[in-house]
């Protein structure tokens, strides 16, 4: 595997990071600021908003600059939102360094994921792309509770400086482990990059991940209270219970980025099929703990872990370059929006178990979407990808660069 797809990872956890900083910080900053928490909870869906409608517009200007140097933009556009997140003097301030950070993040994950393309074989490049989206598991895992500690102990300013460290020191090692790669010859172009989204194919592709993440956060985002309120567990043990989840999908990550490029339309029918049966248990068995906390493990490992092969499937159905990907990742964005939102009104409705039930739901729908490709299998897609790098080294030294899925259909 290049050394560069774990680079990319680094960068990718500082923006998980900070995605999920304001939400461990949230009592801090409302003092900070003289707002109330709900005008903070504000900030987080600014910052979703920001990454599902900024994200690509931000990549669009980009198309045109090599994808190196566009990761070094979006660093310093990501590190600009930070600072100016923690030294914002009021809340109008910290909205938009909220703003500026959520497009630079989703921007980010699409070069990043156009780049671990062009630096790998087709039948590594699931694996590929579950290497860098180890940083958003660990973001998951310990991001949150970096930041949060971090807040604790040092004030939630600190969280902020801690995040723009870290964007440094992604940039920093950015510099020399990843390699300069040519734009493709067939892309830049506004016309051309958007032509893509004519296929049917793609938007059965993205409604899939919507609702795979969508699912997902319907019972995600309200943990805390279902574990505590129904299941009868201590705020304490809470914390514990989520690093466990997020162990989880590091596993799960793992698991699925071996078998995307093969068998990719089969792992997503099997992960939402286990999902929805693990959704729907976690909804039936929520009063018993030990019921409960193996619910909570399963929805882990084959909830996000998904995404290497959401992410291969959207390739082979448009292609992989900045735009694709970007707006990919936009429409897993809408899935945290629709499954958070939509679970909130469920619990008003009809009680903390509810949005347990709606992910099962939306699980099950997650499955019709991807009927059409077990009927048939899907065309290979026309080479997305850059010639060779130039990374100056010898051609033995220099990564393999084929055509996404030339040698094999998606299943």
């Not at 093969?262 to 068995?285: E, P, Q, Y």
């Not at 906390?293 to 499937?313: D, E």
């Not at 991807?370 to 100056?392: E, H, Q």
Request: with cysteine; aromatic share 6%; hydrophobic share 55%.
């Amino acid at each position: 595997m290049p050394r560069a797809v774990y680079v990319l990872a680094i960068g990718i956890f500082a923006m998980v990071t900070s995605e999920f900083a304001v939400a461990g910080l949230m009592p801090q900053m409302a003092d900070g600021l003289g707002v109330s928490i709900p005008q903070i909870g504000y900030l987080i869906t600014a910052f979703a908003v920001a990454m599902a409608l900024g994200g690509p517009v931000l990549t669009v200007a980009l198309l045109k600059t090599p994808p190196k140097t566009a990761l070094m933009v979006l660093f310093a556009v990501f590190l600009a939102g930070n600072v100016l997140a923690a030294v914002a003097t009021g809340y109008t301030v910290m909205l938009v360094a909220r703003v500026i950070s959520g497009m630079a993040s989703q921007a980010f994950f699409g070069v990043a994921i156009t780049l671990c393309v062009q630096l790998t074989r087709p039948e590594v490049r699931g694996r590929a792309i579950a290497a860098a989206m180890t940083g958003l598991m660990l973001g998951t895992l310990l991001g949150l509770p970096l930041a949060t500690f971090v807040g604790d102990h040092l004030g939630w300013r600190a969280a902020f400086w801690t995040v723009s460290a870290l964007t440094v020191a992604a940039a920093v090692c950015t510099v020399p482990g990843v390699p300069r790669t040519p734009r493709a010859e067939d892309g830049g172009d506004f016309r051309t990059e958007l032509g893509v989204f004519r296929a049917r194919r793609l938007w059965l592709a993205l409604a899939t991940s919507t609702l795979i993440i969508g699912a997902t956060f319907s019972a995600f985002s309200y943990f805390n209270p279902v574990l505590t309120e129904v299941t009868g567990f201590d705020e304490g043990a809470v914390p514990l219970l989520l690093v466990a989840y997020g162990a989880a999908t590091v596993a799960g990550n793992h698991v699925v980025g071996r078998l995307a490029d093969r068998h990719t339309v089969r792992v997503l029918l099997c992960g939402l099929g286990l999902n929805a049966v693990f959704l729907a248990g976690f909804a039936l068995v929520a009063h018993l703990p030990v019921p409960a906390v193996v619910c909570v493990m399963g929805i882990g490992l084959v909830g996000v872990t998904m995404n290497p092969a959401m992410v291969t499937r959207v390739q082979r159905a448009g292609n992989a370059r900045p735009l694709v990907n970007t707006v990919h990742s936009s429409f897993i964005t809408l899935g945290v929006i629709i499954g958070s939102s939509a679970g909130g009104l469920a619990i008003d409705a009809f009680g903390l178990r509810a949005p347990l039930w709606l992910g099962a739901a939306l699980a099950l729908a997650g499955i019709a979407t991807l009927l059409p490709d077990l009927r048939r299998p899907a065309p290979a897609a026309p080479d997305p990808v850059a010639p060779r790098p130039r990374t100056g080294g010898t051609d033995a030294d220099r990564p393999e660069v084929c055509p996404v899925s030339a040698s094999r259909p998606a299943e």
